[in-house]
């Protein structure tokens, strides 16, 4: 269950990070309320996986590393940023620090 919860906060904060590019400063009210709910959303769901015993550290870098990857993949379909070489170097980096983590966190 507590993976499922780390999923779904995952979820919320990409949508909440996507509205907020959205929402034009903060200046468009109906994608601020998107991004207001959408990271209260993310942070009461990875506080629940985090009290069901994932361990802070892994949860924490699995959740904002995955984010960080999704949202420059959104960026580069969706927003028509650029994706680069670099870019796709530092996601990979991002997902393998990540995979790091959790075998360290099984020992």
């Known amino acids: 269950m507590a993976w499922i919860l780390l999923a779904l906060a995952i979820t919320a904060e990409v949508l909440a ?15 601020t309320i998107a991004v207001a709910t959408g990271y209260i959303t993310s942070f009461v769901l990875l506080a629940r996986a985090l009290k069901l015993q994932l361990d802070m550290g892994t949860a924490y870098a699995i959740w904002s590393g995955a984010g960080t ?11 028509g940023e650029t994706l680069t070489l670099p870019k796709i170097s530092g996601i990979l980096l991002i997902i393998g620090g990540v995979i790091v983590l959790n075998l360290a966190g099984n020992h």
Not at 17 to 31: E, F, Q
Not at 69 to 79: D, K, R
Request: no cysteine; proline share 0%.
């Open 69 to 79: 990857a999704a949202i420059a993949l959104i960026g580069a379909t969706l927003m």
């Open 17 to 31: 990070t996507t509205a907020l590019k959205l929402s034009n400063g903060l200046t468009h009210i109906g994608w």
